[in-house]
């Protein structure tokens, strides 16, 4: 019966060491992965303000430690990616369409005020949704709001496209991947659908026009396209899509692997390039580090001659997959400089979803310092801040993009430069730590229980289950020996 009793201890402690073993894996891996799909649904609680300077600038104060020479070209790129990448959160391709209703919002079209589906709360005073609720499909569209639309020419009525009332359709709105995802990255097991992190990074998935994306942009690099020579125009589709143009690139290269370029209207080309720019500096592999790249954590990287070929095409630790024209997307990033939409979109997608910024957006000169030969280093402390049409963020002026009615107070308290105050003593620390955190709880967990098999096999402590199934350990009273000595008789 002993020999049966220790055999049962020695299974186990084998099988709390493989539960624990087991555990520490799956906190290891979940501790790695960048957060994914955190939520069944985007956040709900949401706010509107736009990041003061402050705040901006403090996301970026990793790189002021660094050396000079460290915040320049390649350099620059290689130390934004950890900024970049931290703590980052995405979500599913489904949930894009949501995340959208916000992100992409025309909040002239749709002011936060005119919401009222189901739960929705919106506090103008704050700036902020205490609840919103989203829609969920054409049939149940929410509050249903009017999104800023790439490729269509905005001021045109007929331009105007609804949420959850254009998915499908000759006039609908896509998810437009700007960097193509046959350029470095993939769906799910060669699946249509994307998968994040770079599949669904907001930073680039934005909403299109979808027979521009189809049957324009598809798997094309981006540039300028030459006039004077055979080009195709969307207004073929829409007259409000005039301007988006399919061509031979003005500037051609021996290294073309495409004979045509995609070139955008004039109101999309700063955007369109700075989402290029992010997806470089997210996704690289300039460290030079092993096992890091896959198809959806991809090794991205530009190119100044047009790029791409009819197979797609995936990064390795040390083979980036590249996109172009960057000459051109230099261009643009100077021709259509950064708008207001553009800032408060950053903003939205860093405050309440992603946790992350788009650089490009908030120093636009960077491009240049990066792939444009500029003298001089990023500086986040003091180079100068995008401020778009309506002048800086302040105090008093907290969300100029977004019309809405004026708060009637200013908040007392000042929001931190990350979007969320932690929720707990976990949600603290740095994914490093929380494995760390995770692996000294296992390792405890596990002595304790092998101290305690031990004791039992030795008799110095018993354990008893009692009916309710809680568990007793209780110390082993030993009894004194009586003398062997016997009386002696009278």
């Not at 979500?91 to 959208?100: G, H, I, L, R, T």
């Not at 929705?120 to 609720?133: G, I, W």
């Not at 568990?471 to 009894?479: A, E, G, H, R």
């Amino acid at each position: 019966m002993k020999k049966i009793f220790k055999s049962s201890l020695s299974i186990l402690a084998l099988s709390l060491l493989a539960v624990s073993a087991s555990a520490f894996s799956s906190s290891f891996k979940e501790a790695q992965s960048a957060q994914a799909e955190n939520s069944t649904l985007p956040k709900e609680n949401i706010t509107l303000r736009d990041n003061t300077e402050t705040e901006i600038r403090s996301y970026y104060s990793a790189l002021n430690s660094k050396a000079e020479s460290e915040r320049s070209g390649s350099n620059l790129l290689k130390n934004l990616k950890p900024i970049l990448k931290e703590g980052m959160k995405y979500y599913s391709y489904d949930n894009v369409w949501k995340a959208y209703e916000i992100t992409d919002r025309d909040w002239t079209l749709s002011p936060a005020e005119n919401d009222s589906y189901k739960d929705t709360v919106y506090d103008p005073a704050t700036l902020t949704y205490t609840k919103y609720s989203y829609g969920s499909s054409s049939s149940d569209p929410g509050n249903d709001p009017y999104v800023h639309t790439l490729y269509r020419d905005r001021s045109n009525p007929d331009a105007r496209i609804k949420e959850w009332g254009a998915h499908s359709g000759a006039n609908s709105t896509n998810r437009e991947h700007v960097w193509c995802q046959s350029r470095g990255f993939k769906g799910h097991d060669g699946s249509a659908a994307a998968y994040g992190p770079a599949g669904t990074d907001l930073h680039h998935l934005i909403s299109g026009d979808g027979k521009v994306n189809t049957n324009y942009h598809n798997d094309l690099p981006y540039g300028n396209v030459d006039k004077t020579k055979t080009y195709k125009d969307a207004s073929a589709e829409f007259a409000w899509l005039a301007g988006n143009l399919v061509g031979t690139p003005i500037k051609t290269s021996p290294q073309d692997t495409q004979v045509e370029v995609f070139e955008p209207r004039d109101e999309d080309k700063g955007d369109i390039a700075r989402a290029c720019f992010y997806m470089v500096a997210r996704y690289n592999n300039l460290a030079g580090e092993t096992g890091v790249i896959s198809d959806y954590e991809p090794n991205l990287a530009l190119a100044d001659y047009a790029t791409g070929t009819d197979v797609a095409e995936y990064s390795t630790d040390t083979k980036p997959v590249y996109m172009g024209i960057m000459s051109d997307l230099l261009a643009w990033n100077v021709l259509d400089p950064v708008d207001d939409y553009e800032i408060h979109r950053n903003n939205l997608i860093f405050n309440n979803y992603q946790s992350n910024r788009n650089p490009f957006i908030d120093f636009p000169e960077w491009a240049n310092i990066i792939w444009g030969g500029a003298s001089g280093y990023a500086n986040p402390a003091s180079d100068t801040i995008a401020v778009g049409e309506n002048g800086p963020r302040t105090p008093e002026n907290p969300s100029s993009s977004v019309p809405t009615s004026k708060p009637s107070s200013t908040p007392t308290s000042t929001p931190s430069s990350k979007p969320e105050e932690p929720t707990s003593f976990l949600d603290s620390l740095t994914q490093t730590q929380k494995i760390l955190v995770i692996g000294i709880a296992v390792g405890v967990v596990v002595i304790v229980a092998i101290v305690i098999i031990v004791l039992v096999v030795k008799g110095k402590v018993k354990v008893k289950v009692t009916k309710k199934g809680k568990v007793k350990i209780k110390p082993v009273k030993t009894k004194k020996k009586s003398s062997s000595s016997s009386k002696k008789k009278k």
